[in-house]
Every structure is written in structure tokens, then in C-alpha cells.
């Protein structure tokens, strides 16, 4: 935390707040007192008695599915994340992979590695293509958003089915397969829920086009690591992006790593240096309501969706 972070906070604290901060060894003696907690690990788990005095969380992510989410309600424990920081960064890294995959830039590299002056053969446009975005929040409207400077068609699944400006088309759960039929690239921007928990097997990349990527940069649950393998083996899709995986870090058995049609990255579609000062953003909004309204207003994670 910035000196001009700490000193944000303290303009909106009461009098006779404290804010710990820094290194483990400064905070962890201090969990026990804690009634706002920003971030989490396991050291944290230990406010999870009838004894602690937290009250919420500000989970300096997104994704909440490591943690005690049933803990937190049964406790009374308000959870917010920092969902919407993501938007720009994971979207570029979207429109990355699929520029990449398009233009075949991921082989060019390879081959640049290997000074290799080689064609790689047939390429591709982006425009005139069809998007589908699996899971349309934040990233997902911003991904459609630069889809369609691109011209393309794009195809939105949402829990609700409620419009977006940007997707020409939306659909509830019970679209999924039109989605997936219909579309050149697969987006995947979903939470990992019980809901959602492999919801991409044998059966859904069956439903793909055979020229169609899938990009998974959710959570790497919501996906059967096996099922896809072999739908890239067999050709059934012509490749993969991915961002994150069912075992992180990807073990370095993993087949991914050796297949020509897969782009990998570290689980860091999100970060970017403004990363921090957006969160922030969003923590001293809440912070501003839990004062003067005794609660977050903002991100208020649904402990029964679990996002």
C-alpha cells in the first residue's frame, strides 16, 4: 500500500481507527481485532470464530470461489470483490489471443526463436467473425465492446438474458449450445460456481466449429482439462487460449505446453500497473458507505451465486 493510498483511507476512517498494513509479520498478530479486512489468505481464516470481530471483506480480486464463502454467511461477514478493475487488461489479452490466432503471430514467434524464415501458412481476419462471450459482466461487455470495432457479430450468454448494448444477441444458460454452434471464438469469462463447475466437457466442445478457439480466461474449474485436450488432438476445435487452469501453476507434464494451437499465459490477463489504484477505487467507495450506512455498497458478492 502507497503513502497516498494510507493516507486516502485515513480521510474517510472515524477517529481512533487503526490500519494495519504491511508485511505478514505486522499483521497477523492484529487478525483477531480486525473488523474490516482487505484482501485475504489462509492466516485469515483464523477471524472465522464465534469470538471475531470481522464484519467485511474486500477482496482485492475478483474470484471468490477459494474462499470460506459459507463461514462468511453463517457468520454475518459482508463480502465485496473488485470486480470491474479487470475489464481493460483481460479484454486487450482477448483481443490478443485472437488477433494472435488469426494472424498465426504465435507460430511467428516460434519460429522467430528458432531464426526461422517460414510461412505459416493460410491467414485470417477477425472482422465479419462471430464472438460469442460466455459470461457477459465487466470484461465480457468490454470484450464485445472491441468486437465490434472489429465489425464483428457478437453472441452474449448471461445468467439473466438481459440485454447488453454491445452483444447483438443475448442469451440465459439455455442458449449455451446455439452460442457455441454459432460462434468463430468462444470466450469464457465465468466465475467458477457450482453451476459452472466443468461446464465445457466432450459434449459442448463437440458443439463447436472446427475452425472455432476457445478462450478461457475465468477460472480454470469451469473447464475439463481432459475433454479439451482431446478436442485439440482430435481437430475437433482449431485451438485454445488460456489464461487459467484447473492446476495452477500448469505443471510442467502438462501436454498444453507442447501443442502448437494453444497460447498460454500465467493466470495474468488481469494485471496491469493501474491495477491497485482501480481496486482502491472501489474499496474507499465501500469503505465511504460502511460509515455512513453501516454497509458496502459496492460488489456486494450473493454468498447463494457465489460471484
Not at 70 to 87: C, D, P, R
Not at 112 to 129: C, F, N, V, Y
Not at 175 to 191: A, F, K, M, N
Not at 262 to 269: G, L, Q, R, Y
Request: hydrophobic share 40%; with cysteine.
Amino acid at each position: 500500500m502507497s503513502l497516498n493510498q494510507l493516507e486516502q483511507i485515513y480521510t474517510v476512517i472515524p477517529t481512533g481507527w487503526e490500519v494495519i498494513h504491511g508485511d505478514k509479520e505486522q499483521w497477523a498478530s492484529h487478525l483477531k481485532d480486525a473488523e474490516i479486512m482487505v484482501g485475504w489468505n489462509r492466516l485469515a481464516e483464523a477471524c472465522l470464530n464465534s469470538n471475531s470481530k470481522l464484519r467485511w471483506v474486500q477482496n482485492w480480486g475478483a474470484g471468490v470461489d477459494r474462499m470460506p464463502l459459507a463461514e462468511m454467511a453463517a457468520q454475518g461477514i459482508l463480502l465485496t470483490n473488485a470486480s470491474g478493475v479487470h475489464a481493460f487488461p483481460i479484454s486487450e489479452t482477448i483481443l490478443a489471443m485472437m488477433l494472435a490466432f488469426s494472424r498465426k503471430l504465435h507460430l511467428s514467434i516460434r519460429h522467430q526463436a528458432q531464426k526461422t524464415w517460414q510461412s505459416t501458412g493460410e491467414l485470417h481476419e477477425i472482422h465479419g467473425r462471430t464472438m460469442g462471450v460466455i459470461g457477459v459482466g465487466a470484461i465480457g461487455e468490454e470484450t464485445a465492446r472491441l468486437g465490434k470495432a472489429f465489425g464483428m457479430r457478437v453472441l452474449g450468454v448471461r445468467r439473466s438474458g438481459e440485454p447488453s448494448p454491445y452483444v447483438d444477441r443475448m442469451f440465459d444458460k439455455f442458449g449455451l449450445d446455439e452460442v457455441l454452434q454459432q460462434s468463430d471464438y468462444v470466450i469464457v469469462t465465468l466465475p467458477l460456481t457450482p453451476d459452472t463447475h466443468y461446464l465445457f466437457g466432450s459434449r459442448e466442445f463437440a458443439l463447436m466449429k472446427a475452425s472455432a478457439y476457445f478462450i478461457n480466461i475465468g477460472r480454470g474449474g469451469t473447464t475439463n482439462t481432459e475433454a479439451l485436450l482431446e478436442a485439440l488432438r482430435n481437430g475437433r476445435i482449431a485451438g485454445a487460449g488460456l489464461d487459467v487452469f484447473e492446476q495452477e501453476p500448469l505443471p510442467e507434464s502438462s501436454p498444453l505446453w507442447q501443442m502448437d494451437n494453444i497460447i498460454i499465459t500465467p493466470h495474468n490477463s488481469g494485471s496491469t500497473v493501474y491495477y491497485d489504484d482501480r481496486a482502491m477505487e472501489i474499496f474507499l467507495t465501500n469503505l465511504k458507505a460502511y460509515f455512513n450506512d453501516g454497509q458496502p455498497s459496492y460488489n456486494l458478492v450473493d454468498f447463494d451465486k457465489h460471484y
